[in-house]
């Protein structure tokens, strides 16, 4: 497995939940990392609790929807590091409602931070890896992309178009030496799925993976070596013995 030492990694909705994990799990391995989320004070927080030398972390308010701030995303990695190695799309929204009560600013914003993201960081940065020779992309989906969850249509909707996505781009750019894998956790122990909504409701029958158990994956994910390539994973939690 290769190590991420002096490696450049992008890794958005950095500001908390998995995100946070993430920076946190792969602070350990001395990578470049770029943290993103909207809001630059959240961010600070992260990259403070952070073991790095402060000129290995770069912060980067924006909004991953739009082209500006994926531009911006990406452009500020390279204007500071010079490349990025590996980016994480890990930014989402979770709205817990019955479809016939969400509303369609809802609905866009579920699909623009959770698919159309997927869309823009793939224009911006495939270029880019094509000329340095190679990447990786990482994103991150979930498991109500395969089964639907009552209450999270939307949601489970944008999951699936950003599996499908990934697999078919990542067919696209294989021989530019450049990967493209998806991991799709279950139920985590975050705040997820509470924004504009009721709680998602949780289960008795399983526990929940926690943030650093779902974060070890991404970093498994990241360290492979340039010839082996994850296209897809679930990780899901072992039953409770009753």
Same mark, same amino acid.
């Given at each position: 497995?290769?190590?991420?030492?002096?490696?450049?990694?992008?890794?958005?909705?950095?500001?908390?939940?998995?995100?946070?994990?993430?920076?946190?799990?792969?602070?350990?391995?001395?990578?470049?990392?770029?943290?993103?989320?909207?809001?630059?004070?959240?961010?600070?927080?992260?990259?403070?609790?952070?073991?790095?030398?402060?000129?290995?972390?770069?912060?980067?308010?924006?909004?991953?929807?739009?082209?500006?701030?994926?531009?911006?995303?990406?452009?500020?990695?390279?204007?500071?590091?010079?490349?990025?190695?590996?980016?994480?799309?890990?930014?989402?929204?979770?709205?817990?409602?019955?479809?016939?009560?969400?509303?369609?600013?809802?609905?866009?914003?579920?699909?623009?931070?959770?698919?159309?993201?997927?869309?823009?960081?793939?224009?911006?940065?495939?270029?880019?890896? =094509?000329?340095?020779?190679?990447?990786?992309?990482?994103?991150?989906?979930?498991?109500?992309?395969?089964?639907?969850?009552?209450?999270?249509?939307?949601?489970?909707?944008?999951?699936?178009?950003?599996?499908?996505?990934?697999?078919?781009?990542?067919?696209?750019?294989?021989?530019?030496?450049?990967?493209?894998?998806?991991?799709?956790?279950?139920?985590?122990?975050?705040?997820?799925?509470?924004?504009?909504?009721?709680?998602?409701?949780?289960?008795?029958?399983?526990?929940?993976?926690?943030?650093?158990?779902?974060?070890?994956?991404?970093?498994?994910?990241?360290? =492979?070596?340039?010839?082996?390539?994850?296209?897809?994973?679930?990780?899901?939690?072992?039953?409770?013995?009753?």
């Amino acid at each position: 497995m290769q190590s991420l030492s002096d490696k450049v990694v992008v890794i958005t909705g950095a500001s908390k939940g998995i995100g946070a994990g993430i920076a946190e799990t792969l602070a350990s391995e001395n990578p470049r990392l770029v943290l993103v989320a909207r809001k630059k004070a959240d961010l600070q927080k992260v990259a403070d609790r952070l073991d790095l030398p402060k000129k290995q972390v770069a912060i980067v308010p924006a909004d991953v929807s739009k082209t500006a701030g994926m531009r911006k995303i990406v452009n500020t990695a390279y204007r500071k590091f010079g490349r990025v190695d590996i980016f994480i799309n890990n930014a989402g929204v979770g709205i817990m409602k019955p479809i016939v009560e969400m509303t369609e600013k809802e609905y866009d914003l579920t699909m623009n931070t959770n698919l159309k993201s997927i869309f823009l960081s793939f224009k911006e940065v495939i270029p880019k890896m =094509q000329e340095q020779g190679g990447g990786q992309i990482i994103n991150v989906s979930s498991m109500a992309a395969k089964q639907g969850v009552p209450g999270l249509a939307a949601y489970a909707a944008s999951k699936a178009g950003l599996n499908i996505l990934a697999d078919s781009v990542g067919g696209e750019v294989r021989n530019d030496r450049i990967k493209i894998s998806t991991l799709a956790p279950a139920s985590t122990e975050t705040g997820f799925g509470s924004t504009g909504g009721k709680k998602r409701p949780s289960s008795s029958a399983a526990k929940k993976l926690t943030v650093t158990e779902v974060a070890e994956a991404v970093l498994f994910m990241a360290r =492979q070596n340039d010839n082996a390539w994850v296209s897809m994973a679930d990780i899901r939690p072992l039953l409770k013995k009753k």
